[in-house]
């Protein structure tokens, strides 16, 4: 079975979210600045609103400032925000529910959550399609056909996506597609306004 995170399982049962905060209705937009580039990412609070709250709680808290893109794969997807540099693991908080049968497909240039085959596993790693990958979309509520969250698209800074999913890669630390020199997300953080 293909697993993207290819962490273990939590014991912790999945957050859920019945009613989105109010603040939330709007959909935010993610600055992520990496060491290749700014990329910025449209979260879709209206169809992912658990998916959106948890990657924009971890944007606001700043753990993915200093993570890296550590799984890169050129015509599938660049994977990040579990791995620090050296590819030491920062741990998550609580997995949440998955919300792949949201209608949102994983088409190029959308975001979504990484998990184990465990389909309620996602804690903080994502990652950015470089392809369509219908593969990875919902097919029903069995642990084969639950699929991968999107929750979110690049508004901004596909060109960058596109530098690192060309980064040449090695096997690190029983990681395999990890890039030979680091990719490091410098920040990320919630725009305000306009941007």
């Known amino acids: 079975m293909f697993i993207i995170a290819g962490f273990p399982k939590r014991l912790h049962p999945p957050l859920s979210l019945s009613n ?10 993610i600055a992520i600045t990496t060491n290749h580039g700014l990329i910025r990412i449209e979260l879709d609070f209206d ?3 658990l998916s959106a709250r948890n990657f924009q709680d971890y944007v606001e808290r ?20 579990g791995l620090t540099s050296g590819m030491r693991e920062r741990r998550g908080g609580a997995p949440i529910q998955n919300e792949a049968d ?22 903080s790693q994502f990652f ?3 392809a369509d990958n219908s593969f990875l979309d919902h097919r029903g509520k069995s642990p084969s056909g639950w699929g991968y969250a999107v929750f979110g698209k690049v508004i901004e800074g596909m060109d960058v996506v596109n530098r690192i999913k060309t ?23 919630v725009e305000t306004g306009d941007g």
């Open 47 to 49: 169809k992912a609103p």
């Open 102 to 123: 949201n209608g949102l497909k994983n088409l190029t240039g959308t975001l979504a959550m990484a998990r184990t085959s465990e389909p309620h596993s996602a804690t």
């Open 62 to 81: 700043g753990f993915y400032d200093g993570t890296l893109f550590h799984r890169v794969i050129d015509g599938f997807m660049i994977q990040g925000g």
């Open 128 to 130: 950015i399609n470089v």
């Open 20 to 29: 989105p905060e109010p603040g939330c209705k709007e959909n935010s937009v």
């Open 167 to 189: 980064c040449a890669t090695t096997a690190m630390g029983g990681h395999r597609d990890v890039p030979a020199e680091e990719v490091m997300i410098e920040s990320a953080t």
